[in-house]
């Protein structure tokens, strides 16, 4: 391994470091954790996402502050959380259903939430019918979506049915990451690490 390179690897792991360290845990970190996962790059912070994750689940334990997010948010914090094996109760999914015991129509217009919520679903534990009802809804919502997305959209979300929980740097470059917080030094350290491989 050139010395360049492994130089340019540990300045990069750092930036990454500096950029998910901060005090004040956001929905932004979330999403960088979320990134860091499904690239791989997750082994090299793993005290930093923990603190991250910590923080995160005594927010999202406060009904006031689910109250207050979108399906997109909720879902995906449920699934880290769960995934991490966080005790995270499938009722926060409620929130989503309207009077009529069903899930609220304006969130079928929320492509990536449904997608989000289609993978939090395959975390269900026996019993919670819940989620068994995010599954049904989400996947048939996303089917007849297909016929009207664009290709990039589409090809994500068959992606989400193929591969629930995706990690690869192929997938990554699917989102729309470039708005997203470190999405550039997260695709050239993932890149970076892919070439040893």
Request: net charge negative; hydrophobic share 40%.
């Amino acid at each position: 391994m050139p010395e360049d390179t492994v130089v340019k690897h540990a300045k990069l792991v750092e930036v990454v470091r500096e950029l998910i360290t901060n005090n004040d845990v956001t929905f932004d970190d979330l999403l960088m954790v979320d990134a860091l996962e499904r690239l791989g790059l997750d082994y090299h912070y793993e005290d930093e996402i923990n603190l991250i994750l910590e923080q995160c689940y005594l927010q999202f334990t406060n009904k006031d502050f689910i109250e207050y997010r979108n399906l997109y948010e909720v879902s995906l914090c449920f699934r880290i959380l769960r995934q991490k094996g966080f005790r995270v109760s499938a009722d926060v999914f409620k929130l989503l259903k309207g009077k009529n015991g069903q899930f609220v129509e304006t969130l079928k217009h929320d492509i990536r939430g449904l997608m989000e919520l289609y993978e939090a679903s395959q975390l269900c534990i026996e019993g919670e019918n819940i989620l068994d009802e995010a599954a049904t809804f989400s996947s048939h919502i996303l089917q007849k979506s297909l016929n009207v997305l664009d290709d990039k959209e589409a090809r994500m979300v068959r992606c989400t049915f193929q591969h629930p929980h995706r990690r690869n740097l192929m997938y990554f470059t699917l989102l729309n990451s470039p708005k997203e917080n470190g999405a550039t030094v997260f695709k050239e350290l993932a890149e970076l690490e892919q070439g040893w491989k």
